[in-house]
């Protein structure tokens, strides 16, 4: 099993699992808290078809994607790639917006619907809340496995080990656990999840080249496969430098011979929403309480 693309899985499960899990636990925790742990079910029942639905999306994804031939097979990895990097950077800077208040709006619409005596509208709430999350990640590991170049294994192992330990942290979050810093954990691994999205993205440019839709900037950048080659070629050394190359190209896309339009989107990618991602978040504007109008009852 190839460690780089485990690791990469991974962590997309991890990071993407933690936040569904933090929204779950939020609610059930809300839950519990005002006495309504008879909606539990209604709860899990909601997660449940959320996470169905995003494995049936993946899987049809996968399929999709395997049964496709050349160039065709080309176009839908770098479109689906493309498409994965897009959606992971608008998650981050959502989540970067949303981080400081997310909890108060989700308790917010859980007192609507339990206020509102809805059957359904629990359901839906936790379904929407973790549908964002899944159809996400079932997005990302496709991109992730469509670049894998020791194929989808280790990617999908890596990514339920990944959901696993969120499961366990979503526990952890529910029973009032402390220790976590959670926009630290966030910022972290979102700066691990732009490069990942960068590797991506670059990868996507490479499949265009490949088949001509890019003509532009397609000579190599450098050459550093005497030192670290991301692949076996001949003349380059083995052993552990071939292995940490494989492992940083199927975590960040990394190539030993990258084309010079490649490198320079990576790069650009990289630096550019790192600016973005690490500027201060302006605090969320008070709201003020509106107290009713005694003026005409006077």
């Known amino acids: 099993m190839d460690l780089g693309s485990f690791t990469s899985g991974l962590l997309t499960g991890l990071r993407e699992g933690v936040e569904a899990a933090l929204i779950v636990s939020i609610i059930l925790a809300y839950l519990a808290r005002t006495g309504n742990r008879r909606y539990f079910g209604r709860i899990w029942l909601g997660t449940g078809a959320a996470v169905l639905l995003s494995l049936l999306a993946g899987l049809a994804l996968y399929l999709t994607v395997g049964g496709l031939e050349a160039p065709y097979e080309q176009i839908f990895e770098g479109l689906a790639m493309l498409l994965a990097a897009s959606v992971v950077t608008w998650m981050l800077f959502w989540m970067r917006r949303q981080a400081a208040s997310v909890a108060g709006e989700l308790q917010a619409a859980l007192a ?9 509208g629990l359901v839906i709430l936790a379904f929407t809340a973790v549908i964002r999350e899944g159809l996400e990640t079932a997005l990302f590991l496709v991109g992730l496995a469509s670049s894998a170049e020791g194929g989808a294994t280790g990617v999908l192992a890596g990514a339920v080990v990944g959901l696993l330990i969120a499961a366990l942290l979503g526990a952890g979050f529910y029973h009032g656990a402390r220790l976590i810093n959670l926009r630290r954990f966030f910022r972290w691994t979102g700066i691990g999840l732009i490069f990942i999205a960068a590797g991506l993205l670059s990868r996507a440019v490479h499949e ?7 003509t532009v900037g397609t000579g190599p950048a450098f050459d ?18 071939l292995i940490a190359g494989q492992f940083l190209r199927a975590l960040f896309g990394y190539s030993s011979q990258p084309e010079l339009a490649t490198f320079l989107v990576w790069a650009g990618y990289v630096v550019v929403v790192l600016v973005l991602f690490l500027r201060p978040v302006a605090p969320p504007a008070p709201q003020v309480a509106t107290s009713p109008d005694t003026s005409a009852a006077a």
């Open 208 to 214: 265009f080249i490949e088949i001509g839709w890019i």
């Open 112 to 120: 609507r619907a339990l206020s509102e005596g809805t059957v359904l």
């Open 224 to 241: 550093v496969s005497a030192v670290l080659p991301h692949t076996a070629i001949e003349g380059a050394p083995g052993g552990i430098a």
